[in-house]
């Protein structure tokens, strides 16, 4: 568990760090950061989706191996949107916000799809304390507890006692939970959370793991990892607004139906 200690007190270090600083920086210099993130994290999802062309899952599935990870994702998809994960996400934000922040005292703006807005229907979304707090905690919960990062080193943690991984990991959380609580606030720390949660019961259920995990698989995980922190990159550029959360079981579904490939 050392290693995501660690990893959980660089994130809300950052986070103050980048809340102090949030008021001296330009609305520019902050726009500029997180496009940088973005592009950042979009093109390392895309070194780790690659694997699904690598040799490690050509060797156990062949030609297949494109058509597993796309199915993984694909029913992951389904099952993740059935389940409604990111709604859950949200409302878990949107708990924590109310104690944070406080419940808002008039009914000033009305939710649409997501986003507040004035409520006479205007355009512009409202740039509310309040909403910032939950896009802070959900954006950064999924960047910190997505990528494949977050499992193999938490893996490692447990199975190794060793947290080489997952000090890299925190140093690169640190540095995105100060960009983003720069702009997005105070709602950024809370993202230690879930990542204590999340890393905590892999590397407490590594040992368990240790006899039933092989290469394939884990390169099968790491492979559908990529995509999704593409996703991220994706979310962060305001290219699109993919629920990422919702793709979270096709984690579990692709190294599984590797495991069970005949």
């Known amino acids: 568990m050392t290693g995501t200690f660690l990893n959980a007190g660089a994130i809300v270090l950052g986070a103050g760090i980048g809340t102090l ?17 973005g592009i950042f994290v979009l093109v390392l999802g895309a070194s780790d989706a690659l694997g699904t062309f690598g040799d490690e899952l050509s060797t156990t599935l062949g030609s297949a191996a494109v058509l ?18 990111e709604g859950w996400l949200h409302r878990l934000g949107a708990w924590l916000r109310d104690r944070v922040v406080g419940h808002a005292e008039e009914p000033t703006t009305v939710e ?14 409202i740039h509310d304390p309040r909403r910032l707090f939950v896009e802070g905690f959900v954006v950064t919960s999924l960047i910190v507890c997505v990528g494949p990062l977050a499992i193999l080193g938490s893996l490692q943690d447990g199975l190794t006692d060793g947290f080489e991984l997952l000090a890299v990991k925190s140093m690169l959380d640190g540095f995105a939970a100060l ?12 993202a230690a959370l879930p990542l204590l949660v999340l890393q905590g019961s892999i590397t407490l259920a590594a040992v ?26 994706i979310r962060l550029l305001d ?15 692709a190294p599984l139906v590797i495991g069970l490939w005949p």
Do not use: C, K, Y
Not at 23 to 37: A, K, M, P
Not at 180 to 187: H, N, Q, R
């Open 21 to 37: 600083l949030g008021g001296r920086l330009s609305s520019g210099v902050r726009g500029t950061v997180t496009d940088i993130l």
């Open 208 to 233: 368990a793991l240790q006899s039933v995990l092989t290469p394939p698989m884990l390169a099968g995980l790491s492979a559908t990892g990529g995509f999704l922190v593409m996703a991220i990159g």
């Open 112 to 125: 649409t799809d997501g986003e507040l807005r004035a409520p006479h229907g205007a355009d512009e979304p």
């Open 68 to 85: 597993v990870i796309l199915a993984s994702l694909l029913l992951g998809g389904v099952i993740g949107e059935a389940i409604d994960i």
């Open 239 to 253: 290219l699109r607004p993919i629920r990422v959360a919702n793709l979270l079981p096709s984690l579990v579904l």
């Open 179 to 190: 960009a983003f609580a720069s702009v997005l606030g105070i709602g950024v720390a809370f």
